[in-house]
């Protein structure tokens, strides 16, 4: 075994595939094998859906923690940083437990290469957390997917209780099909025999699949459009509601949360009902009040208001963008936007026309990236004012500076990994004009 430091681990892990070769579970189902298949150890709640996996993640984490449970979270990508992807009760794995894992089990990815076998990066630290979650004695883990569901290296799971299908709509088209069928077929593929299933309803086609998956596999599908919500307010901090006569607030903003909630509160409400899982009324509004989740609609400062979003595709944008309708009516928004080559900007910028005053383009670190001219000669389709910026620094000081002077406000959106890398840069912006900001990071 090589003794490594952190940074050497993660050099490691990075150095790997981000996808594999070609789609299935062969190559992580050997793997895990190796690694005495820590996933059967374990129960599962598994989440598949094009957007709204990692706030209804968190929801339910949140409630299972604040219930006594010992609740992993597996979530992807990560925002803050790479060890967000793996956590147990709200904390993420430390540098010590992945460097040692990653010590101990390199080797066995060496192995399999001599046999012709490349293990991808998802595929690894998907095992790796596993044997964490398994070594930690977790009582349940929130699971999700990656890309897709049927083929993801996380539907290697047995142990599943429920199945949570969020939003499903066009994305990753070259790799899950290009109409909502096939999609949504690929998303059903994590529903496992004589199990649960909970559903929002909303596309017919969409909606007929995964019917027809849960029939076929003997589930109780419950449709989480079905749940009762009274929402009593709504401000650009929180949402206050009432379920079954329970006070709740969330601090996930925007009507497509309210959708991610009741996917939550339908997937408790099975735990409660039939695992016997103990959560209060109390409990459940405690833990939903907990729940936060970076870069989805986060409010990084109120003066001037700077929202950050991971928005990345046409859904995506048209949640943002009904959200801008609501909580800045009346303001001039200067964008700071970034997007990947493999995304459907022209429809994503389109449901932004008219909202907008100014956009910065700018380059996410992907080597999918878009440039920041091509993007910006997209957006000057939708928008006067287009400009094209290098240094990410220096966007953020222009974005404030054009707030500032209109009274505005400032919206970085296009990418989870554009926001993983500006969120830092926000804040110590702000904090050189000494702003108030409403996060802290680690320096």
Request: hydrophobic share 40%.
């Amino acid at each position: 075994m090589t003794v490594m430091n952190y940074h050497e681990a993660l050099d490691k892990i990075n150095s790997l595939m981000l996808f594999g070769s070609r789609p299935g579970l062969d190559r992580v189902l050997r793997l895990l094998e190796m690694m005495d298949n820590p996933q059967h150890k374990l129960k599962f709640v598994h989440i598949a859906g094009t957007n709204g996996k990692g706030s209804t993640s968190k929801m339910i984490s949140a409630v299972l923690r604040e219930a006594g449970y010992r609740t992993g979270l597996f979530i992807s990508p990560y925002v803050i940083e790479f060890r967000e992807r793996m956590q147990i009760d709200g904390n993420m794995i430390s540098k010590e437990t992945l460097t040692q894992y990653v010590s101990e089990t390199y080797p066995l990815l060496e192995q399999l290469k001599k046999d012709g076998i490349i293990i991808t990066e998802f595929e690894y630290i998907t095992a790796l957390a596993f044997r964490w979650y398994a070594e930690s004695q977790c009582d349940i883990v929130v699971l999700e997917t990656g890309m897709g569901g049927l083929l993801d290296s996380t539907n290697v799971v047995q142990n599943t209780l429920v199945s949570v299908i969020t939003s499903i709509s066009y994305d990753h088209t070259a790799i899950l099909g290009d109409t909502l069928e096939e999609i949504a077929r690929q998303k059903g593929g994590i529903i496992k025999p004589d199990s649960n299933t909970v559903y929002y309803r909303q596309h017919d086609n969409a909606d007929t699949v995964i019917s027809d998956i849960a029939r076929q596999m003997n589930n109780t599908l419950l449709y989480a459009d079905s749940l009762s919500v009274d929402i009593t307010e709504q401000t650009i901090e929180h949402t206050r509601l009432l379920y079954q006569n329970i006070p709740v607030t969330i601090q996930l903003i925007g009507m497509h949360q309210i959708k991610n909630l009741k996917l939550a509160l339908g997937t408790l409400e099975i735990l409660r009902t039939k695992f016997d899982f103990s959560i209060s009324d109390a409990v459940l509004a405690r833990g939903l009040a907990k729940a936060e989740m970076p870069a989805r609609l986060e409010l990084l400062c109120k003066e001037p208001i700077i929202l950050l979003d991971g928005a990345h595709n046409p859904d995506g944008m048209n949640a943002l963008s009904d959200a801008l309708k609501k909580y800045l009516p009346d303001k001039k928004i200067i964008c700071i936007m970034g997007m990947l080559r493999d995304k459907d900007s022209n429809s994503s910028l389109e449901y932004l026309d008219g909202l907008i005053d100014s956009v910065i383009t700018l380059e996410p670190d992907n080597p999918r990236r878009q440039t920041k001219e091509e993007l910006a000669e997209k957006a000057v389709k939708f928008f006067d004012k287009v400009y094209p910026m290098e240094n990410f620094s220096q966007a953020i000081e222009k974005a404030l500076d054009m707030a500032e002077k209109n009274n505005g406000a400032v919206v970085i959106c296009g990418s989870l990994y554009l926001a993983s890398q500006l969120r830092p840069l926000v804040v110590r912006c702000l904090k050189k004009r000494n702003k108030t900001t409403l996060i802290d990071i680690q320096e």
